[in-house]
């Protein structure tokens, strides 16, 4: 029988990361480590930022040909 949930747990050094490794290891348990880091929190403001302000309509749209103009 298989658990349906998964569990997420961030450790917060590289002796945390360890422990939890060889305990789940020791289980004989399937684990994966993700690779993937969250964005940058200031990429993701100016993100915000400017779908803020498209939806108000203070973009700028600039045809493909006058891009290099």
Do not use: C
Not at 5 to 34: G, S
């Amino acid at each position: 029988m298989k658990a349906k949930d998964i569990y997420i747990i961030h450790p917060e050094n590289e002796e945390q990361a360890n422990a939890l490794k060889a305990f789940v290891k020791a289980l004989k348990m399937k684990f994966e480590v993700a690779k993937d880091k969250p964005y940058n929190p200031e990429f993701v403001k100016k993100i915000k930022r400017s779908k803020l302000q498209h939806t108000q309509g203070k973009d700028k749209v600039i045809k493909t040909e006058d891009l290099w103009k």
